[in-house]
């Protein structure tokens, strides 16, 4: 028997600016089934399914649901034609009851009335028939994460939706949450009803899909039958074949000493999860130590921890002798890190001072840039200057507000400032992302420079050509742990294995 | 159903130089709208704008009481302007106004054998402290605990201002006349007069020393440069090294002290006792004016001008036109409006469009 098709996508293309997010994507969803969406950070599943919900238009391309064509503008709309959808982020009104918050945006039965007994009656149906334990008059705030997603779940039920997209839900679940969100994934799977599943785990992928379409860069690179296919095979759909080696001329590392130890290093993300296992990892003088994994396994955290803006909860992170894990950013500064933030433009600078005064930020207050409380802001601008000509900075002047600079251009601002102070140890995160190709290859030159000169760099980044490009070793994060360091003085990186260790399918000894 | 949508959009910023004309064009519209009040009362507008002239710089006595009417506004909107560039909403210059005042008041009725120098001295100094207390208090609740200063440092208003009332209806009461004032402070507390045969006092040589210091602090200091980088982006900020809680601190406790300064020129320039109206609301007309001022020093101070020439001449205008002299409020409000319309339009464009 042929299968029902529900919904078909055909050829979504989607661009941001200049970034294709879609490219010509086809894609289909069956009666009854599960199927997940695999991909890396970037690789297009929730902009394909934000368009299916409605929150982006599409540039080109056709929807059709139950083999009607039609245009999906407003999630309204979608949930009008049986879709819904449950985001990473939830939208509740945290100061309302559950109940509230499943009726909320609905048309009442009885007019300006609210009709609380009737929707009352349906929800506590909802919670039986499909285990989806949570207390209808408790307010959202009094709830844990997985009882908030859960109310999602049921407000897209109450809807009456027939195919329900999850985007990362077992992101912000405790494994025993996680088989329960199975359990009701499979009561819908037996009613009928269509789940599209958005992951990057491969272990789950595997467990709960009965297709697995696998998106790279926005092109589909795959599609799979559950039985017909391993993680090994769709960690290389995921991460791709053609991330060659390319090595760079390096002076090599003679000697390796230490430069900065992480000790059983332990943090919580901004939901009170914890988001660092406590891990351990060292950075030497001379090497460029890059971390791979998928964002929001702990690098995030790792960054902040090691720029003081997040106080860990347990363990140590020394540079030489010092202690900075607890310091505040101006100490961490002072002992010689350098800090090329993932957000250059809500961390790295404050855009609406002028661009000398980003220049010298991080370090205003010592001569010969101030005198006891006084600015010498003539020393500054001399500063200023001569850094926009040594970092070939773009710009009008130094007198600009900083925000008028190009993205290529505040980058370098921040390089600039970090480099200007020689530091022992650089933090980069993301420090090419959304750069054109020149700005990203002056700043992995710079970086290269400042590893030979006898720096140590942690660079995390997402794009893996980029960390294999750079790095002296490779470290892989999955869920706040380190699941492996490959030491490329030693041996090839077997690209196969870094998309398992990627997708959590396989540890590693570190020693 | 569809309703249409109106939308913010950001856009570039405008030239400097239609920056820097902004408060002028916002000034201008705002008397248009007024007009409109006027004509409703059956007056002339252009004659009423005259007789607000006449009244406020149109003799050498008027210009005179317009500048006394300007000293406590250019230190509230200083006060104002320094802690909104930290983005320390500081609504309660007025507050410690009162918290000035009274402790001049204070230390004016203790008659100490002090010369005149250090006896005025020394009213500023604890004036100053007072309102720096009466707002360091809010500013330590936001910087240390997160808590909202506008709600805080709008209901310290209250609580100063009654405490005055208090204290004027009860142990403070002028014991001879029975009114609810204080007893006159020391001849030694009160401020010289600076032009002979006029009401202009030494507060209006505090009043520009304030600015100066404004500008000084907010273009040469370190603490100036902390407090923008706070206020322009609290958290890029904090990573980038800076102690946004500290300057936090540090800036609602100047501002207070300046606002402080205020009440202590009214008290020691002005009435010589304390009374309980003594400010027609210089602290929120401060608010008004560190906007319209465009959060810059020299701008704070003209806009004080204006804003001394608008309640003087309007006083003026409403004897002379036979309107109720109210009219002077509504032109601040409007202004007020006019000025953060302006500066919305600035940075978004207005977007009406159809919801899909």
Same mark, same amino acid.
């Not at chain 1, 918050?101 to 009737?118: A, E, M, Q, R, W």
């Given at each position: 028997m042929e299968k029902e098709k529900i919904i078909e996508m055909r050829n979504i293309r989607k661009t941001f600016l200049n970034n294709v997010a879609n490219n010509n994507i086809n894609f289909v969803v069956y009666k009854g089934e599960i199927v997940s969406l695999l991909g890396e950070n970037g690789a297009g599943k929730t902009t394909l399914m934000k368009i299916l919900y409605g929150m982006y238009t599409k540039d080109s391309g056709e929807i059709f649901v139950n083999g009607r064509k039609v245009e999906?503008?407003?999630?309204?709309?979608?949930?009008?034609?049986?879709?819904?959808?449950?985001?990473?982020?939830?939208?509740?009104?945290?100061?309302?009851?559950?109940?509230?918050?499943?009726?909320?945006?609905?048309?009442?039965?009885?007019?300006?009335?609210?009709?609380?007994?009737?929707?009352?009656?349906?929800?506590?149906?909802?919670?039986?028939?499909?285990?989806?334990?949570?207390?209808?008059?408790?307010?959202?705030?009094?709830?844990?994460?997985?009882?908030?997603?859960?109310?999602?779940?049921?407000?897209?039920?109450?809807?009456?939706?027939?195919?329900?997209?999850?985007?990362?839900?077992?992101?912000?679940?405790?494994?025993?949450?996680?088989?329960?969100?199975?359990?009701?994934?499979?009561i819908f799977k037996k009613e009928g009803k269509s789940i599209v599943f958005i992951s990057h785990k491969l272990e789950e992928v595997m467990e709960i899909s009965d297709r697995i379409v696998i998106l790279r860069n926005g092109v589909v690179t795959g599609e799979r039958r559950k039985e017909e296919t391993n993680a090994r095979e769709l960690a290389r759909l995921m991460v791709g074949r053609e991330v060659i080696e390319v090595l760079r001329e390096?002076?090599?590392?003679?000697?390796?000493?230490?430069?900065?130890?992480?000790?059983?290093?332990?943090?919580?993300?901004?939901?009170?999860?914890?988001?660092?296992?406590?891990?351990?990892?060292?950075?030497?003088?001379?090497?460029?130590?890059?971390?791979?994994?998928v964002a929001g396994n702990g690098q995030r955290e790792l960054e902040d921890v090691i720029c003081g803006v997040r106080k860990p909860i347990s363990g140590h992170i020394f540079l030489d002798n010092d202690e900075i894990s607890g310091k505040s950013p101006k100490e961490i500064i002072r002992l010689g890190v350098g800090r090329i933030p993932e957000d250059r433009m809500e961390s790295g600078l404050i855009l609406d001072l002028p661009l000398y005064e980003n220049l010298v930020i991080e370090f205003y207050d010592k001569p010969p840039f101030s005198k006891g409380m006084l600015i010498d802001y003539k020393n500054i601008k001399r500063f200023a200057q001569k850094l926009i000509k040594e970092y070939r900075i773009k710009t009008a002047s130094i007198d600009v507000k900083t925000r008028t600079l190009s993205g290529g251009n505040l980058q370098k601002v921040i390089l600039a400032r970090v480099l200007s102070q020689s530091p022992k140890f650089i933090i980069a995160s993301q420090p090419t992302r959304g750069l054109d190709v020149g700005a990203m290859e002056y700043i992995h030159e710079k970086l290269l420079e400042a590893r030979n000169n006898g720096a140590g760099v942690l660079l995390i980044s997402e794009d893996l050509h980029e960390v294999l490009n750079l790095s002296d070793r490779i470290m892989v994060m999955y869920e706040g742990e380190i699941m492996g360091i490959i030491d490329r003085s030693k041996e090839k990186v077997d690209i196969e294995e870094l998309g398992l260790m990627m997708a959590g399918a396989k540890r590693r000894k570190v020693s | 159903m569809s309703w249409p949508t109106i939308k913010l959009e950001k856009r570039m910023p405008p030239p400097v130089w239609f920056q820097v004309l902004t408060p002028v064009i916002a000034v201008f519209i705002s008397l248009l709208i007024s007009a409109v009040f006027i004509l409703i009362l059956g007056k002339n507008p252009l004659i009423a704008f005259y007789y607000i002239l006449k009244g406020s710089i149109g003799t050498w006595f008027a210009f005179k009481?317009?500048?006394?009417?300007?000293?406590?506004?250019?230190?509230?909107?200083?006060?104002?302007?320094?802690?909104?560039?930290?983005?320390?909403? &500081?609504?309660?210059?007025?507050?410690?106004?009162?918290?000035?005042?009274?402790?001049?008041?204070?230390?004016?009725?203790? &008659?100490?054998?002090l010369p005149k120098p250090v006896y005025i001295l020394l009213v500023i100094t604890v004036g100053f402290i007072a309102g720096a207390i009466w707002s360091g208090i809010p500013g330590y609740l936001k910087a240390k605990l997160k808590v909202d200063d506008v709600v805080t440092t709008l209901l310290m208003n209250y609580i100063m201002i009654y405490t005055v009332s208090a204290l004027l209806n009860g142990p403070w009461r002028n014991p001879v006349t029975m009114y609810p004032s204080s007893t006159p402070i020391a001849q030694n507390a009160r401020f010289p007069i600076i032009i002979p045969r006029s009401r202009v006092h030494f507060g209006l040589i505090i009043s520009l020393l304030a600015v100066l210091f404004m500008y000084f602090l907010v273009r040469k200091t370190k603490l100036g440069f902390e407090i923008r980088a706070t206020g322009a982006n609290p958290s890029a900020a904090r990573f980038l090294g800076i102690d946004t809680i500290k300057s936090i601190i540090v800036i609602s406790i100047i501002s207070g002290g300046i606002a402080g300064l205020a009440g202590v020129g009214e008290v020691a320039g002005v009435h010589y006792h304390l009374i309980s109206g003594l400010s027609p609301g210089y602290g929120y007309s401060g608010i008004i004016i560190a906007m319209l001022g465009r959060l810059n020093s020299i701008g704070v101070l003209l806009a004080a001008i204006y804003f001394a020439i608008i309640i003087n001449g309007a006083q003026f205008m409403s004897i002379t036109l036979n309107i109720p002299s109210y009219i002077a409020t509504v032109i601040q409000g409007i202004t007020l409006i006019v000025m953060l319309a302006m500066l919305l339009l600035f940075e978004y464009r207005i977007k009406i469009g159809r919801s899909k």
């Amino acid at each position: 028997m042929e299968k029902e098709k529900i919904i078909e996508m055909r050829n979504i293309r989607k661009t941001f600016l200049n970034n294709v997010a879609n490219n010509n994507i086809n894609f289909v969803v069956y009666k009854g089934e599960i199927v997940s969406l695999l991909g890396e950070n970037g690789a297009g599943k929730t902009t394909l399914m934000k368009i299916l919900y409605g929150m982006y238009t599409k540039d080109s391309g056709e929807i059709f649901v139950n083999g009607r064509k039609v245009e999906i503008n407003s999630p309204k709309d979608a949930i009008a034609l049986g879709i819904g959808m449950v985001h990473q982020h939830f939208t509740l009104v945290r100061t309302l009851t559950v109940l509230e918050n499943v009726i909320l945006g609905l048309p009442s039965p009885k007019g300006i009335n609210l009709d609380f007994d009737y929707a009352r009656k349906r929800l506590e149906e909802i919670i039986q028939r499909y285990g989806l334990v949570v207390n209808p008059d408790a307010k959202i705030w009094q709830l844990s994460v997985g009882e908030r997603q859960r109310v999602e779940i049921i407000k897209a039920l109450y809807r009456n939706i027939n195919v329900l997209i999850l985007d990362e839900p077992t992101a912000v679940l405790t494994p025993q949450e996680v088989e329960e969100l199975f359990k009701t994934l499979r009561i819908f799977k037996k009613e009928g009803k269509s789940i599209v599943f958005i992951s990057h785990k491969l272990e789950e992928v595997m467990e709960i899909s009965d297709r697995i379409v696998i998106l790279r860069n926005g092109v589909v690179t795959g599609e799979r039958r559950k039985e017909e296919t391993n993680a090994r095979e769709l960690a290389r759909l995921m991460v791709g074949r053609e991330v060659i080696e390319v090595l760079r001329e390096k002076t090599s590392v003679t000697k390796r000493s230490p430069l900065l130890k992480v000790k059983e290093l332990k943090a919580l993300n901004d939901k009170n999860l914890v988001a660092l296992k406590g891990i351990s990892f060292s950075v030497n003088k001379g090497e460029i130590l890059g971390v791979a994994g998928v964002a929001g396994n702990g690098q995030r955290e790792l960054e902040d921890v090691i720029c003081g803006v997040r106080k860990p909860i347990s363990g140590h992170i020394f540079l030489d002798n010092d202690e900075i894990s607890g310091k505040s950013p101006k100490e961490i500064i002072r002992l010689g890190v350098g800090r090329i933030p993932e957000d250059r433009m809500e961390s790295g600078l404050i855009l609406d001072l002028p661009l000398y005064e980003n220049l010298v930020i991080e370090f205003y207050d010592k001569p010969p840039f101030s005198k006891g409380m006084l600015i010498d802001y003539k020393n500054i601008k001399r500063f200023a200057q001569k850094l926009i000509k040594e970092y070939r900075i773009k710009t009008a002047s130094i007198d600009v507000k900083t925000r008028t600079l190009s993205g290529g251009n505040l980058q370098k601002v921040i390089l600039a400032r970090v480099l200007s102070q020689s530091p022992k140890f650089i933090i980069a995160s993301q420090p090419t992302r959304g750069l054109d190709v020149g700005a990203m290859e002056y700043i992995h030159e710079k970086l290269l420079e400042a590893r030979n000169n006898g720096a140590g760099v942690l660079l995390i980044s997402e794009d893996l050509h980029e960390v294999l490009n750079l790095s002296d070793r490779i470290m892989v994060m999955y869920e706040g742990e380190i699941m492996g360091i490959i030491d490329r003085s030693k041996e090839k990186v077997d690209i196969e294995e870094l998309g398992l260790m990627m997708a959590g399918a396989k540890r590693r000894k570190v020693s | 159903m569809s309703w249409p949508t109106i939308k913010l959009e950001k856009r570039m910023p405008p030239p400097v130089w239609f920056q820097v004309l902004t408060p002028v064009i916002a000034v201008f519209i705002s008397l248009l709208i007024s007009a409109v009040f006027i004509l409703i009362l059956g007056k002339n507008p252009l004659i009423a704008f005259y007789y607000i002239l006449k009244g406020s710089i149109g003799t050498w006595f008027a210009f005179k009481e317009m500048l006394v009417k300007a000293a406590p506004l250019i230190l509230t909107g200083v006060a104002v302007a320094i802690a909104f560039i930290a983005k320390y909403w &500081n609504i309660g210059a007025e507050g410690q106004l009162y918290a000035g005042a009274l402790a001049a008041t204070w230390i004016g009725m203790l &008659n100490l054998p002090l010369p005149k120098p250090v006896y005025i001295l020394l009213v500023i100094t604890v004036g100053f402290i007072a309102g720096a207390i009466w707002s360091g208090i809010p500013g330590y609740l936001k910087a240390k605990l997160k808590v909202d200063d506008v709600v805080t440092t709008l209901l310290m208003n209250y609580i100063m201002i009654y405490t005055v009332s208090a204290l004027l209806n009860g142990p403070w009461r002028n014991p001879v006349t029975m009114y609810p004032s204080s007893t006159p402070i020391a001849q030694n507390a009160r401020f010289p007069i600076i032009i002979p045969r006029s009401r202009v006092h030494f507060g209006l040589i505090i009043s520009l020393l304030a600015v100066l210091f404004m500008y000084f602090l907010v273009r040469k200091t370190k603490l100036g440069f902390e407090i923008r980088a706070t206020g322009a982006n609290p958290s890029a900020a904090r990573f980038l090294g800076i102690d946004t809680i500290k300057s936090i601190i540090v800036i609602s406790i100047i501002s207070g002290g300046i606002a402080g300064l205020a009440g202590v020129g009214e008290v020691a320039g002005v009435h010589y006792h304390l009374i309980s109206g003594l400010s027609p609301g210089y602290g929120y007309s401060g608010i008004i004016i560190a906007m319209l001022g465009r959060l810059n020093s020299i701008g704070v101070l003209l806009a004080a001008i204006y804003f001394a020439i608008i309640i003087n001449g309007a006083q003026f205008m409403s004897i002379t036109l036979n309107i109720p002299s109210y009219i002077a409020t509504v032109i601040q409000g409007i202004t007020l409006i006019v000025m953060l319309a302006m500066l919305l339009l600035f940075e978004y464009r207005i977007k009406i469009g159809r919801s899909k």
